[in-house]
């Protein structure tokens, strides 16, 4: 296939544009994808607003390959596919993972493959040009998940951000005994509640400033939820846990006031887990991780080897989606729709269709 289509491609901080393009071309191995909806990311937001993490200090540092088509959150049709490629058949519905790994660095060999070195995101790079388009080329090495047939296209929109949740709430390692506080709970903080829960802990805490967030988490399985800004949650953790502290804390709002609040809630030899990304560095007081309590750090980066689990739960019900995608933009109104995800208090997914 050849001719142009429409894409959002980003320029710099602030210069955003929906235009037309060159289709993709495919090569003998890749995949062509008719994009059937792309969500919008926390992180795309802070991309349009100049995150360093994205644009980097100087150009010759940027994470980015600007101009580029942005969007990592996506699924869509085989429109077409090259002479080796076997494993999907045109028409099609499938996604891939939102990390195309190179398959050759010490990383992957080990089959860490969301850590693959080079790194090269779908929405970032030029040779993984994102979804926001109303088509996209899957690469030779892309990871491919086909969508179950009982999987509504809604929920294949939220795949990789509840991919993301669950693969923190993994590295977290819960037990049976275990007290669970989740802290933000946008997309990402409610795929961890139903992860989370899956693992039956004794019991699962989620944290937000938001009410309608506390009580989707409530509807999707949380024994308890607290908004901080209306009752200390570090006293009400310590009174459920006779004075300990909770054994897992997982950091999924970005927000620096979250960390302090964390580290100050969790027990001795507890797990802390820091998914959320934040706009600036972070301050905290480190002795409490050591010399105090003697605590274990993790970190938790993408997705790890969830995309399958988490659409095996979508399907089978304990994976809960039922109102999370709450906003639908035509491609072409991408302003108003970063304008609704980023402001809006009853926005968990905003999704740009194409």
């Known amino acids: 296939m050849s001719g142009t289509m429409k894409a959002l491609r980003m320029y710099a901080p602030y210069d955003f544009?929906?235009?037309?393009?060159?289709?993709?071309?495919?090569?003998?191995?890749?995949?062509?994808?008719?994009?059937?909806?792309?969500?919008?990311?926390?992180?795309?937001?802070?991309?349009?607003?100049?995150?360093?993490?994205?644009?980097?200090t100087t150009p010759e540092n940027a994470y980015i390959e600007a101009p580029c088509i942005g969007g990592h959150e996506f699924h869509g049709v085989v429109a077409d596919k090259g002479k080796n490629v076997a494993h999907v058949e045109i028409g099609e519905r499938v996604l891939a993972e939102q990390l195309v790994p190179c398959g050759h660095c010490k990383f992957c060999r080990m089959g860490y493959t969301w850590m693959c070195q080079p790194h090269h995101m779908f929405g970032f790079k030029h040779d993984t040009e994102g979804g926001m388009a109303?088509?996209?080329?899957?690469?030779?090495?892309?990871?491919?998940?086909?969508?179950?047939?009982?999987?509504?296209?809604?929920?294949?929109?939220?795949v990789e951000p509840y991919s993301c949740g669950m693969h923190a709430v993994e590295r977290a390692n819960i037990q049976y005994t275990d007290v669970v506080v989740i802290s933000g709970l946008g997309t990402i903080g409610q795929a961890m509640i139903c992860a989370a829960k899956i693992r039956s802990p004794k019991m699962v805490i989620g944290l937000d400033l938001r009410e309608e967030r506390l009580q989707k988490a409530k509807e999707f399985g949380a024994d308890l939820v607290i908004n901080p800004i209306k009752e200390d949650a570090v006293a009400k953790i310590m009174e459920l846990t006779e004075g300990y502290g909770c054994d897992v804390y997982i950091e999924a709002s970005g927000s620096a006031a979250s960390v302090t609040q964390g580290l100050n809630m969790i027990r001795s030899l507890g797990r802390y887990v820091q998914f959320g990304v934040f706009a600036k560095d972070v301050t905290a007081d480190w002795n409490i991780i050591g010399d105090t309590k003697h605590m274990d750090i993790l970190g938790s980066h993408i997705s790890g080897h969830c995309y399958r689990p988490v659409m095996e739960g979508m399907v089978n019900g304990s994976m809960k989606t039922e109102g999370i995608l709450t906003h639908k933009f035509a491609l072409k109104d991408w302003k108003e729709a970063f304008e609704v995800a980023e402001k809006d208090p009853t926005a968990f997914k905003v999704a740009l269709i194409p």
């Open 17 to 56: 544009r929906y235009e037309e393009v060159p289709m993709p071309e495919i090569g003998d191995d890749d995949i062509l994808v008719k994009v059937t909806a792309c969500g919008i990311c926390a992180g795309d937001i802070k991309t349009y607003h100049g995150g360093q993490r994205v644009w980097g």
């Open 134 to 158: 109303e088509y996209m080329r899957f690469p030779k090495n892309a990871v491919v998940h086909k969508i179950p047939d009982a999987m509504t296209d809604d929920q294949a929109t939220l």
